[in-house]
């Protein structure tokens, strides 16, 4: 019979085996575990996808495998918070904030259930899914929410040591991470603390407000206009809830312009959470939102719509360009 795979095809398991940055997931609950943390895990039949086979195989006690029915795993993943376990529930972004909005404001966030809910393949990094699958909402959808905190880490380093300080935190944490292909920022053992940005830089001209995958895009995008001489700094906005409002208002004040840059639709996310600050505070500066414009992102492959949405160096670059001159 003859073979109609290609070995370059897409395939599942192989393709998704492939993802360092969600291989610290695993890690980190693994390390919890050890360090006698009640930590439960569960998937919505994309343990491949998440990198929590890893942690399956190695505490097959402790992991539970709910199959296509996210909803329910929320739910769950409530009850098992009130008999003091510390449960960890993964699917895709879009599944996970959307679809269980209600699970998660009535069961875990009205409860204030210690329950971590990891939304994975955030903004548009499914490409060839489509729509169902793209999450350009869920920052907006997650920050409406009571008692619910959010991160986004920038890469696997920053999402290991965010799960690790979530071992102490006692509100409801949702975890925006991106596909686990993202370039390392940041070293292991980095330290991170829930709520408190990480400032690169001083900008007199310009500083670029950032979360999850485009804080590398503008890392780079900073390097570039500095070597012009221009004065660009950098803000990780690791936490966007609760924002750290101190960290914005430093960078109003020494900055001209501010600018945010999300894999997320410019209105209800970070760009909407720093405008708030601004407009609390009555501060003047101007600010930039750059993200996916009020609109369905197209199909492709994920580093196409990248660069067609200006998440990748060069678009933030000129997007800074922009509102600099």
Partial sequence: MTQLVSPDSWQYRSLNAITPGLDALSDALAELVKEGHPVVAGSADLQYSNGLNRFADAYPERYIQFGISEQNMVSAAAGLATTGHM?????????????????????????????????????????????????????GTMRSIANLTIISPADGPQLKAAIRASATWPEPIYFRIGRGRDPDIY??????????????????????????MPVKSALDAAEVLRAEGRSVAVIDMATIKPLDRAAVLRAASRSKVLMTVEEHNIL??????????????????????????????????????????????????????????
């Fill in 268 to 325: 209800g996310g970070l760009g909407a959470a720093v405008a708030e600050v601004l407009a609390d505070e009555g501060c003047g500066v101007r600010l930039v939102r750059h993200g996916i414009r009020d609109e369905y992102a197209l199909i492709a492959p994920p580093t196409h719509l990248y660069r067609e949405y200006g998440l990748d160096a060069e678009g933030v670059e000129a997007v800074a360009r922009r509102a600099l001159w």
């Fill in 187 to 212: 070293a292991e053992g980095t330290p991170f603390k829930i709520g408190e940005a990480i400032e690169h830089g001083e900008g007199s001209e310009l500083t670029i407000i950032a979360c999850g």
């Fill in 87 to 139: 449960p960890f529930v993964a699917t895709f972004a879009s599944f996970l904030a959307l679809l269980c909005c209600e699970q998660i404001r009535m069961d875990v966030a009205y409860s204030a259930l210690p329950v971590r809910l990891i939304g994975h393949h955030t903004g548009i990094s499914l490409g060839f899914y489509g729509t169902s699958h793209h999450a350009t909402e869920d920052i």
